[in-house]
């Protein structure tokens, strides 16, 4: 079974600093990956997504990626109350078809002031 | 900002009940996802569709969820005979071109069923 792991947390972390946050994924044929945040009772909303090996950055955010560990991360710079939430690690495990995503349960995120 | 939007935003409904949840994707999209959200648990993906037919579903997508696109715009996610079980947030997606690319959701159904 395809897994997506993620440690649920909380991780909590001063305002200001750095949030990492990681996922690990069981099928080494997934071909892309996504960082969805998603606030209490909201829906899941698209942070980044990353295709190749190495680091992605797009303002705050950074993912990295590294297919040969099944390892997917997330740094945010400069960490504000407001992106208290939880993240949630996504994966298609193949190129083909309109496949669906496979979620790790998330990673809850507390940024404090 | 083109957005994915869902109606109704609640539902209640009792066991056996037929409901239908509704979603329009964006406009230029053409891969449509229908996924389900239980109380703290994790997303999990139901069904995929694009050119008017299922393209990949689940093991939860049993033979009472049907889906369907009526229109040129909405899509819908059936459920014939609802069970307790079934109370879930139900979130519609879409993408542009399918595959590995990124997945847009909406807002999300809280279906109750009592």
């Known amino acids: 079974q395809k897994e997506v792991e993620q440690n649920s947390g909380p991780l909590s972390v001063p305002e200001g600093a750095i949030a990492s946050l990681n996922c690990t994924y069981s099928?080494?044929?997934?071909?892309?990956f996504f960082w969805y945040r998603q606030y209490s009772g909201k829906s899941p909303e698209l942070i980044m997504s990353?295709?190749?090996?190495g680091d992605k950055e797009d303002g705050r955010f950074t993912a990295q990626l590294n297919k040969a560990s099944q390892y997917v991360s997330l740094l945010i710079r400069d960490s504000q109350p407001s992106d208290s939430a939880t993240y949630l690690c996504a994966v298609i495990h193949s190129g083909g078809g309109a496949d669906g995503l496979t979620f790790g349960k998330g990673t809850h995120l507390i940024i404090q002031p | 900002e083109p957005e994915v939007t869902q109606t109704p935003s609640h539902q209640v409904t009792q066991m056996g009940q037929e409901v239908i949840l509704r979603c329009v994707p964006i406009s230029n999209h053409l891969y449509f996802y229908w996924y389900r959200q239980i109380l703290g648990q994790k997303v999990e993906f139901l069904v995929s569709?694009?050119?008017?037919?299922?393209?990949?579903k689940s093991e939860i997508f049993d033979d009472q969820f049907s889906v369907e696109r009526p229109d040129g715009s909405n899509f819908t996610l059936k459920i014939r005979s609802t069970k307790l079980e079934d109370s879930a947030m139900y979130f519609c997606a879409s993408n542009r071109q399918g595959g590995i690319y990124e997945q847009y959701f909406g807002p999300g159904t809280r279906l109750t069923v009592t």
């Open positions: 569709f694009y050119n008017n037919e299922i393209s990949e």
């Open positions: 990353i295709y190749s090996n």
């Open positions: 099928d080494r044929g997934s071909q892309s």
